[in-house]
């Protein structure tokens, strides 16, 4: 049976006047039903890109040069702007970072909602209205007939975050792509939101993206990792196993620079130097200068490569044992 989403070679790149920065580039990923992957890598390793081009939100002078992005059988790239149209807000929504790119400060609550359910669906207003009602229940919000009433202004940071994870869920999407969707938030309502998302994929059987920087989020939430580096997967595997015995120094320094179960007082292990510039990547592996194991060998780029008897892939010439040596 195939999977929901597969994306095969994928590359993004944005062509400016000081040359063209390779924002993702042959990218290859995978994402099941009821399935939920996190993505994670440092700022401006091409996490959120990868989430705009599977939309199709990709402005110039970026562009989606090469690859295949398969919905449900669909390709995503050749369909175009058309075909995007009809899937996104409906079978595929995304969250972003900040809910007010979701929400319009001018129309209350109820209108917003309203408006994105007949968009996509021939209903009538009170049937929407129901609908929008149920979609802020689902999501923890208490008085939802007074919620939908008001105006986006009226609600708290994390209010807001849940009325545009309501939006995200009205019409039951297929895949949802959440773009650091509780950053800006307290720990106490992160942490309700992450449980009222897994919920809500478990029970739906909707497919989750969930990019993020922050492993120690995501490792209690997703199915699997996908790591990036400079707009390359460099490790993918179930969740438990590449947080246990990770395979390539980048993600071991991620791990290692978690506070989570250190020894108070004790200093946090840190990844030298810098990501590089994706307007000049370094030749090889592009982790080569900042990677403790580099030698000669690792001025040739490796391959995302299968680790024999398990169900996860690495990219790295010296990757680690699997027990974490």
Not at 144 to 165: C, K, N, T, W
């Amino acid at each position: 049976m195939s999977k929901l989403l597969e994306i095969t070679d994928l590359s993004t790149h944005f062509f400016t006047r000081d040359g063209v920065a390779r924002a993702i580039d042959n990218v290859s990923l995978s994402v099941d039903r009821g399935e939920i992957l996190g993505l994670v890598g440092e700022s401006g390793s091409g996490k959120s890109v990868t989430g705009f081009s599977i939309l199709g939100l990709v402005d110039p002078p970026g562009r989606v040069v090469s690859g295949q992005i398969l919905f449900d059988g669909q390709d995503l790239v050749k369909g175009g702007e058309r075909l995007m149209r009809s899937l996104r807000g409906r079978r595929i929504a995304m969250i972003f970072q900040d809910p007010m790119m979701t929400l319009n400060p001018v129309l209350r609550i109820d209108t917003q909602m309203v408006e994105t359910v007949l968009a996509h669906e021939k209903v009538s207003r009170s049937k929407a209205l129901e609908r929008s009602r149920e979609a802020l229940v689902a999501v923890g919000i208490s008085a939802p007939d007074e919620r939908l009433q008001s105006y986006p202004h009226q609600f708290s940071g994390g209010m807001r975050q849940r009325v545009a994870i309501a939006i995200a869920l009205l019409h039951k999407p297929d895949l949802i792509i959440a773009d650091e969707p509780t950053t800006a938030l307290d720990v106490t309502i992160q942490a309700q939101i992450l449980s009222e998302v897994q919920q809500l994929c478990a029970n739906s059987g909707t497919a989750l993206i969930w990019i993020t920087h922050d492993l120690a989020v995501v490792s209690g939430l997703a199915d699997r990792l996908a790591v990036m580096y400079a707009g390359r997967i460099i490790e993918e595997g179930p969740t438990a196993d590449l947080i246990s015995a990770p395979m390539h120094p980048y993600t071991k320094g991620l791990i290692e620079s978690v506070p989570k179960g250190k020894q108070h007082g004790a200093l946090l292990t840190q990844i030298k130097g810098m990501t590089p510039s994706l307007l000049k990547l370094p030749s090889g592996c592009k982790f080569n200068p900042r990677c403790p194991r580099a030698d000669a060998a690792c001025q040739t780029e490796p391959d995302l490569d299968p680790v024999i008897g398990t169900d996860r892939h690495v990219r790295c010439i010296h990757p680690h044992a699997e027990a974490g040596a």
